[in-house]
Antibody
Framework: QVQLQESGPGLVKPSETLSLTCTVSGGSMSGYYWNWIRQPPGKGLEWIGY???????KYNPSLKDRVTISVDTSKKQFSLKLNTVTAADTAVYYC???????????????????WGRGTLVAVSS | DTQVTQSPPSLSASVGDRVTITCRASQSINDYLNWYQQKPGKAPKLLIYGASNLRSGVPSRFSGSGSGTDFTLTISSLQTEDFATYYC????????FGQGTKLEIK
């Protein structure tokens, strides 16, 4: 079965760039959207953005000026870069696969069906 | 952007109780609304997609309803393992999450 694993530094200095990679195992990247989601300690979930396996991206408007998501299907990896971080960017970062399925209404709806375990990134000097 | 407001923020209930959590979108999202369960230290898990479709393997005591702007997640008879935090999430335009509802044991 498909599994996702986040990797990257657990500590980043303020004003620097946070970089994380998500490795996909047990399945193909083709046909899916690949997402980054974060959760500050003790708080709720915030969607960061996604990349389609072919490279199309969409970002949270509140973060889009600082975020870049890229994909390397040959390595079965996708990556997150978040620029100019502050303490407010301290969070557990999750990668997640997004799929489509037909709802009762007949519409094709999207949802996150597989998540990584998450990795805590702290922003501190 | 579509805002998603979830209520209540927290809820105390007993095993066997029926509980309902609501989610309201700031504009119509048809049935592009999903529900997740998260336990401490774990990643969220999908329960319901498309407002009312139960994910395979999820117990039938979980159900979802609604369309347009108003949605509900109902747990018909709470079990011990259901005490967790629940999030709604819209997928109509972006991927906005609700603020979460922490379900605690009374």
């Amino acid at each position: 079965q498909v599994q996702l694993q986040e990797s990257g530094p657990g500590l980043v200095k303020p004003s620097e760039t946070l970089s994380l990679t998500c490795t996909v195992s047990g399945g193909s990247m083709s046909g899916y959207y690949w997402n980054w989601i974060r959760q500050p300690p003790g708080k709720g979930l915030e969607w960061i953005g996604y990349i389609y396996y072919s490279g199309t991206t969409k970002y949270n408007p509140s973060l889009k000026d600082r975020v870049t998501i890229s994909v390397d299907t040959s390595k079965k990896q996708f990556s997150l870069k978040l620029n100019t971080v502050t303490a407010a960017d301290t969070a557990v970062y999750y990668c997640a696969r997004e799929v489509e399925a037909r709802a009762v209404s007949g519409a094709l709806v999207e949802f996150f069906d597989i998540w990584g375990r998450g990795t805590l990134v702290a922003v501190s000097s | 952007d579509t805002q998603v407001t979830q209520s209540p923020p927290s809820l105390s209930a007993s095993v066997g109780d029926r509980v309902t959590i609501t989610c309201r979108a700031s504009q119509s999202i048809n049935d592009y609304l999903n529900w997740y369960q998260q336990k401490p230290g774990k990643a969220p898990k999908l329960l319901i997609y498309g407002a009312s479709n139960l994910r395979s393997g999820v117990p039938s005591r979980f159900s979802g309803s609604g369309s347009g702007t108003d949605f509900t997640l109902t747990i018909s008879s709470l079990q011990t393992e259901d005490f967790a935090t629940y999030y709604c999430q819209e997928s109509y335009r972006t991927r906005t999450f609700g603020q979460g509802t922490k379900l605690e044991i009374k």
